[in-house]
């Protein structure tokens, strides 16, 4: 099931529009063979030359997405950093 679309829009060194799209897709958990199994989260990333797609299990994928928020509110401080310094 697709849960989400990030759609980037560039423009190249020719001025030529481009455009990226992340996809975020689940699996449900199932049971095989009375065992419960972990669904599967897919980060998929398409753009004009190709697509190509990263299964990761639920801890991966939130791994990843600790990393990831860490990473965003430390830029978004070094940004508040640099508008203060100008102000």
Do not use: C
């Not at 992340?22 to 398409?46: A, F, H, K, Q, S």
């Not at 990831?68 to 430390?74: F, G, Q, V």
């Amino acid at each position: 099931m697709i849960e989400d679309e990030i759609t980037h829009w560039f423009k190249d060194e020719k001025a030529e529009s481009h455009k990226s799209t992340l996809r975020l897709e689940t699996d449900p958990p199932t049971v095989n063979n009375t065992y419960p199994r972990d669904g599967i989260i897919t980060l998929r990333m398409m753009n004009g030359i190709g697509t190509i797609g990263f299964k990761l299990s639920p801890d991966e994928a939130l791994r990843l997405g600790t990393h990831l928020l860490n990473l965003a509110k430390e830029q978004l401080q070094k940004k508040r950093m640099l508008w203060n310094q100008r102000e």
